[in-house]
């Protein structure tokens, strides 16, 4: 129920660096481990630049400033006003995340460089994520070679298939026109990132040409919706020619499959309209400035001086960290919650706890609460009806379980023991309703245990 | 009421999640000499750390039990930090109690278990005699190397597993 899980389970889905330290791919680590905080040991989230080029989440930087005014890492001299984010980075990792556990298997898989997966996972992978193109050459070889094996799917068969050298060839009067042509004013709608090699076309071009060229792969790169023909006059020809009908049977999910993050990235900027929230001079306040101050923001005004205080610097950097760093700023309605979820494990004090819900009691300090509840001093009225919705789902879940054993039981048949088994339905609800009181075991033994306990007093 | 494990990890900032994941560095990539577990599988909030004594110093070839309790502001606030085997050394007083600049003052939340149990193999191996809290151990390192052994191992008491 709410114990804690084993820690071997707790662990077995922490994800770390040295998870690619003995397979194909064991660089890996090294990108994996730059893409985590310092601080967290997390992904970034929200990342963030110090003027000394160090890189934190933004939520945890923020949170080492309310206590120490320098950079974790090198100590120089920082304050929050000094972050910047770093909308690159963001999106860079986000893309990492999402390609990581098909990188994970791809490297993990035969030793042989024979990849034993269904191909989709190759195609998914490849398009995309520039979790890819951070691979080393030798690596980005493998894959490709793997590739090639793939047998031809949907369109492959009219796109040109060049070998890895003419394809470095043909990129360059590409690129290069490119380059020169992206300098000229452009809407950010025009131009995109490659995903692979991470240099800057227009869109039209990235998504006709060059990703075929950076992938050898029509199928994968070319997910494009046509929408006039290519202008770009430079661009490798042949390639052009034979992709286009490609491009348009190749329907919409993909596009946004690929190019997502980079999307996300070119459409981000600075937010208009949000205020950034100040930092506060708590000792020159009065407990009614504080409280007026906490209804501006919509935020509960319950608790002493110092939980009022901790909850408004807490949510001032949720605020800042959200509405001046995130790409994607949520909703004020989730700030709060999330600063609830907060409080709920760090701004409690021992009378608020009492009020919370069962599983956060069990949870916090399962052996003092268990303790008390053996005792008289423990106020079971109380308990009961604080966590009378929690009772009645646990015994719906019960008597759940009971019908299903029992039925399995009535299949082998016995007809004695469905009446027992009714009984026994009826009578936990009489413990929690009628009495009013719950004997103490049941309230810490699991469900099926209810189940047992109560089945065995039905007889009496 | 199931699945706690991740339900009550708040977002990401948790003192939970992030002393998982050093769990795991520390068994993916364990460092000679040092070892560090939590002591009851259902609070991670609690390690035992062993450290061995670096070669070339009187600490050589002995082990000694270290815990570390972390408060849910870790890793912002350093963790409490104590020798739990019997320890002679200037920088540590009779019950254990340490000080080290990086868990006072000087702590960094880039810190981990691993910088830490390094960083008390370092201070076993350079004292800081300028501060000590064993002047007596702080006086003989610097002139009795001999009968400061002689102290040490009066009180070294092995770790049976």
Redesign the interface.
């Known amino acids: 129920m709410s114990r804690l899980p084993k820690l071997s389970e707790q662990i077995q889905d922490v994800s770390d660096p040295r998870d690619f330290l003995r397979t194909k791919l064991p660089e890996l680590v090294d990108l994996d481990t730059l893409l985590r905080c310092h601080i967290c040991k997390g992904f970034i989230k929200t990342p963030v630049l110090t003027p000394c080029g160090h890189t934190f989440c933004s939520l945890c930087i923020r949170e080492y400033l309310n206590r120490e005014l320098k950079c974790p890492l090198c100590l120089a001299e920082l304050r929050e006003s000094m972050l910047r984010s770093e909308f690159l980075v963001n999106e860079i990792i986000a893309s990492y995340v999402g390609l990581r556990s098909k990188l994970l298997e791809i490297a993990r898989s035969g030793p042989d460089g024979t990849v034993p997966h269904s191909d989709t996972s190759l195609i998914e992978i490849a398009p995309g994520d520039e979790g890819a193109h951070e691979l080393s050459g030798d690596d980005d070889l493998q894959i490709i070679e793997t590739r090639r094996n793939r047998p031809a799917k949907r369109n492959a068969e009219i796109v040109l298939m060049p070998s890895k050298k003419s394809r470095r060839d043909s990129e360059k009067p590409g690129i290069s026109s490119m380059i020169s042509k992206s300098k000229s004013p452009a809407l950010p709608e025009d131009s995109a990132e490659c995903p692979i090699c991470q240099k800057h076309f227009p869109l039209e071009y990235l998504q006709r040409t060059h990703l075929d060229e950076c992938l050898t792969m029509g199928s994968l790169g070319a997910a494009a919706k046509p929408t006039s023909p290519p202008k770009i006059g430079k661009a490798s020809n042949e390639t052009t020619v034979s992709v286009q009908p490609a491009a348009e049977r190749i329907s919409e999910p993909s596009v946004s499959a690929n190019t997502t993050h980079s999307n996300r990235y070119l459409e981000s900027g600075q937010k208009q309209g949000v205020a950034r929230l100040a930092k506060l001079n708590f000792s020159s306040m009065s407990m009614q400035q504080l409280k007026s101050k906490l209804t501006s923001l919509k935020l509960s005004t319950i608790g002493s001086r110092q939980q009022l205080i901790n909850r408004y610097n807490h949510y001032e950097m949720l605020w800042n960290s959200n509405f001046m760093d995130s790409i994607e700023p949520l909703e004020e309605k989730e700030l709060r919650r999330r600063l609830a979820s907060w409080e709920a494990t760090h701004n409690s004090s021992e009378g608020t706890l009492r009020k919370g819900n069962i599983s956060k009691l069990l949870n916090k300090n399962s052996t003092t609460r268990i303790k008390d509840f053996k005792t008289d001093r423990f106020d079971r009225k109380g308990w009961i009806l604080a966590h009378q919705q929690e009772f009645n789902e646990l015994l719906e879940e019960a008597r759940h379980n009971l019908a299903k054993a029992n039925k399995m039981k009535y299949s082998a048949s016995n007809q004695d023991e469905v009446e027992d088994a009714e009984q026994a339905e009826s009578h936990p609800n009489s413990i929690s309703c009628e009495k009013g009181e719950i004997p103490s075991n049941q309230l810490v033994v699991k469900t099926e245990e209810i189940s047992t306990s109560s089945q065995g007093t039905t007889g009496v | 009421?199931?699945g706690?494990?991740k339900s009550?990890i708040?977002?990401?900032?948790?003192v939970v999640?992030?002393l998982?994941?050093?769990?795991?560095?520390l068994m993916?990539?364990p460092s000679p000499g040092l070892s560090a577990f939590?002591e009851d599988?259902?609070d991670?909030t609690k390690w035992c750390g062993i450290i061995t004594g670096p070669d070339g110093t009187p600490y050589e070839g002995m082990r000694f039990k270290i815990a570390l309790e972390f408060a849910?502001?870790y890793?912002?606030?350093a963790p409490k930090v104590r020798f739990v085997s019997p320890m002679w050394h200037p920088n540590v007083d009779m019950s254990g109690n340490i000080c080290l600049d990086i868990l006072k003052d000087q702590w960094?939340?880039?810190y981990?278990v691993q910088t830490i149990l390094l960083s008390l193999q370092s201070l076993l191996e350079e004292p800081n005699n300028s501060s000590p809290l064993n002047a007596v151990a702080a006086e003989l390192w610097d002139k009795d190397m001999r009968e400061y052994k002689k102290k040490l191992i009066a009180r070294y008491e092995e770790i049976d597993d």
């Open positions: 009421m199931e706690s494990s009550s708040p977002d990401g900032h948790s999640s992030r998982q994941s050093e769990l795991m560095q993916l990539s939590p599988e259902e991670l849910q502001t890793p912002y606030t960094s939340a880039v981990n």
